[in-house]
């Protein structure tokens, strides 16, 4: 059968095959038993919200994450009570170097080639160590299986005259595979519209000036952003698989990643340079060894206008990572033994000029998954960790259980968490902004550690023979406590060459509670329907930035319809929103929460051809003043874009 | 006939140096740019992430050309901690009544900073009105590395 992208039916069937998820315990297990809650976005979520990058997908998609804005325009994270450095993104389990701004560089991660997306909230540092002290989101590439695939896309958005243009192609032998993809997007700047004109503002001034009456609301605009910087972004990535037997297979991988960021007074550059080459050696299915190793290279640079190098803002971090995995099995139970090294290089303007830092870490991790009886499993895992340069050892653990009922599945879990301090807050020394006010490192910060407590149910099921409800349901209700301590953050330093200074500090942290609700029914005539909810609470020392502002509620929902209506044509449609509460902080000076609607209509056309339309921000809403947690709208907007496979048109 | 001729070079002498005389008494409109040229001293409030800082400033603005001024922004901080003075060139001026407003969409330049060392700025959204001896002015500025706009407002009467 031609493929046919998004038909009705694949859709269903992306939801009743019972997919596969990885992330929780480093083993293929189907989603319904993965021994923790792993929220999945499949390959038609992603197409059907039409997201760009892993920002905008999460975003559409996960309630109780947020994004925002750093210092400097770079972006924020907020996942349920935890900030960007606490949430560890790989990409085909693969961790990244560099950061933005105690984030990784969200724009890398773009979703052209990707199949699915996992996250897991919560500590997960026994499989995956430092910084996976809040959870683990691992974006998973498409791998065609085709005997070769080729497309081409392009969209453009009206709210920044983005234009987003990808290109991909694969083939598949008996010995050989290539995913090759290309992706470029550009957006322009964005004049964000302020409560008043400059001109308003001066007249009311000149009111004041002159002792006449005057509006004193138009003077104070508590807006914190004006403006958002155009940038442009270049992503090219090739992955070549060689199964030389039944038994050995070896992968090696490349990508090289551009961005360029128009700022006022100067242009920021950011070049990703990454490598890697595994090897797995399988006895049987369930008996193998991996061996990889992988480079990741992140620099940033700043630039004048007329194209000179500044020198002045030059950042470069590069890791190398080693990795052993062994897979043996004990019957129906499963032993992983794993092992790391880590070297990780640091040279960046906010160290004291002309030095760089580097650290090697070093690691080693065991999971048993006990399948005590056919509806009881235990997993259980305990890690070590060594930090050279802060000399540090973390011990983490988890114990997970699932008891699986014919009508639900109940899951208890705990896991333990840890981040290392970065090289970054062990050895800043940074005049922030060339003011006169430093930012100085801290060599005896101690890691942060998480302890995640969470139950959850979870039923799925059919319903026929009951008319107007007759499909597929599935509900998960998960309630969650992140214990949160030594969390890294800044404090008044001691002054530092008659500067004031900022210090790097272990603070007593937070507990978060929460509880995470999810429903979904698929109906047989083509109509589906999910609604996400998350609410959190956080008490002890609770700690907001104007960068960092939680909230208490979200949710995120989106009622679809697929139909084919005849060999050339078929629909994909959805209606889909995001609804964020007020911030926990109580600043009334903001929008107290809001609400974004999305109209997505995907048209197939004939077997290749596939024309999306979207009108964003359906119901025209804009913040009255932008600040870090403003969403990035200025109104309504509208999207088309075009998809051509020609693997389909050739057949 | 040669009394005719006579009679008309006169009149068309006294025409022409009626004409003179009436050109000799136009007085030229003083330029908009020389009518606002000057010191200004007033209060100066710069507001950067929501944080607002008040002080007494003069703003000095100079010709460019008849219709258009520079003015340069005072200097901000102390010590290391100092935006230096920035200047800002060719605000267009326009005339309405007794008052004069001016505006200019962005300015970049460079300067050097405290310890030297050349750094850009940007000034942006300038609006200027000049009534009588007194003058607003609002702006946005960015300078250097620094991640963040300063959101400027003056007001301040010439000497």
């Known amino acids: 059968m031609p493929a046919i992208h998004l038909s009705a039916q694949s859709f269903r069937d992306s939801v009743e095959l019972e997919p596969v998820v990885i992330t929780a315990s480093h083993t293929p297990k189907a989603l319904k038993e993965a021994p923790v809650v792993t929220r999945l976005i499949t390959l038609h979520d992603i197409k059907i919200t039409d997201a760009t990058n892993i920002q905008d997908m999460l975003t559409q998609e996960i309630p109780g994450i947020e994004f925002g804005f750093a210092m400097s325009q770079e972006t924020s994270l907020n996942m349920s009570g935890f900030g960007g450095n606490a949430v560890l993104f790989l990409v085909d389990g693969e961790r990244m170097a560099g950061e933005t701004m105690d984030n990784v560089d969200y724009n890398r991660m773009n979703l052209d080639n990707v199949g699915r997306i996992e996250i897991v909230k919560g500590a997960s540092s026994a499989l995956y160590g430092s910084n996976a002290v809040g959870g683990v989101v691992n974006i998973i590439s498409r791998e065609n299986l085709e005997p070769w695939t080729a497309h081409a896309s392009s969209r453009y958005n009206t709210f920044g005259h983005e234009w987003r243009n990808s290109a991909g192609f694969s083939f598949n032998t008996s010995k050989w595979n290539s995913q090759t993809s290309f992706q470029h997007t550009r957006i322009d700047p964005v004049d964000l519209p302020k409560a008043h004109t400059s001109e308003e503002i001066a007249i009311e001034l000149m009111k004041k000036a002159q002792g006449l009456p005057y509006d004193e609301s138009v003077l104070n605009d508590d807006s914190n952003l004006s403006r958002l910087y155009g940038q442009k972004t270049y992503n090219v990535k090739e992955r070549l698989t060689w199964r030389a037997s039944d038994r050995l297979t070896l992968v090696g991988r490349g990508s090289y990643y551009f961005r360029t960021s128009e700022r006022d007074t100067y242009d920021y550059h950011f070049n990703a340079y990454s490598a890697g080459l595994k090897g797995r050696y399988a006895w049987n299915h369930a008996r193998h060894l991996e061996l990889s190793y992988a480079y990741d290279q992140y620099d940033k640079a700043n630039f004048l206008p007329d194209g000179t190098r500044t020198h002045d803002h030059d950042y470069s971090n590069q890791q190398h990572v080693a990795h052993a995995l062994y897979h043996h099995p004990f019957g129906k139970n499963n032993l992983i033994l794993g092992a790391d090294f880590l070297h990780d290089y640091l040279s960046t303007y906010q160290f004291v000029a002309g030095t760089s830092h580097s650290q090697n870490n070093i690691d080693g991790y065991a999971q048993f998954d006990w399948n005590i009886i056919d509806r009881l499993n235990v997993v259980s895992s305990v890690r070590y960790d060594y930090f050279s340069a802060s000399s540090q050892k973390a011990f983490t653990g988890r114990l997970a259980i699932v008891y699986k009922y014919p009508w639900m599945t109940f899951r208890a879990n705990y896991a333990s968490g840890f981040r290392a301090p970065t090289l970054k807050e062990m050895y800043m020394c940074f005049d922030m902004g060339n003011m006169g006010y430093m930012i100085l490192g801290n060599p005896d910060l101690k890691p942060e550690k998480s302890h995640n407590f969470n139950v959850a149910i979870e039923r799925t099921n059919r319903i026929r023979n009951s008319g107007f409800l007759d499909g597929r349901y599935n509900f998960t209700l998960v309630g969650y406590c992140n214990i949160f301590d030594k969390r890294i953050t800044t404090i008044d330093g001691p002054e530092y060459e008659g500067k004031e200074s900022a210090l790097y500090w272990n603070e007593n942290g937070v507990t978060v509670w929460g509880v995470d609700a999810s429903l979904g029914h698929i109906w047989d005539c083509g109509v589906s329907f999910r609604l996400n909810y998350s609410w959190m609470h956080e008490t002890g020392n609770v700690y907001f930035s104007q960068f960092n502002q939680p909230r208490t509620h979200s949710m995120t929902w989106r009622i679809g319809y697929d139909h084919r209506f005849s060999r050339r044509y078929a629909l994909d449609a959805a209606l889909s929103g995001r609804s964020f509460g007020k911030p926990q902080s109580g600043r009334t000076d903001v929008d107290q929460g809001y609400t974004i609607w999305k109209l997505m209509l995907q048209h197939h056309l004939w077997r290749s051809i596939r024309l999306n339309t979207a009108i964003d921000n359906l119901f025209n809403y804009k913040p009255k003043s932008y600040y870090y947690s403003s969403p990035l709208t200025t109104g309504i907007s509208f999207s088309v874009g075009l998809s051509i496979d020609l693997e389909s048109c050739a057949i | ?159």
């Open chain 2, 1 to 159: 006939m040669k009394k005719f001729l006579t009679m008309t070079m006169v009149v068309m002498a006294f025409v022409v140096s009626m004409s003179s005389c009436s050109k000799d008494d136009d007085t030229p409109e003083v330029a908009v740019a020389d009518q606002v040229v000057g010191s200004y001293t007033g209060t100066e409030v710069l507001t950067v992430m929501g944080e607002a800082d008040e002080s007494t400033e003069t703003f000095e603005f100079t010709k460019a050309s008849d219709v258009s001024v520079d003015v340069t922004l005072p200097k901000y901080g102390e010590g290391m901690m100092t935006v230096p003075a920035l200047p800002v060139k060719g605000i267009s001026l326009t005339k309405s009544g007794n008052t004069i407003t001016g505006k200019l969409a962005k300015y970049e330049g460079t300067v050097k900073s405290a310890d030297g060392s050349e750094k850009a700025y940007t000034v942006s959204d300038v609006t200027v009105i000049f009534s009588d001896k007194t003058v607003v002015v609002t702006f946005m500025q960015k300078y250097g590395n620094m991640p963040f706009a300063f959101e400027g407002q003056f007001t301040g009467t010439r000497k």
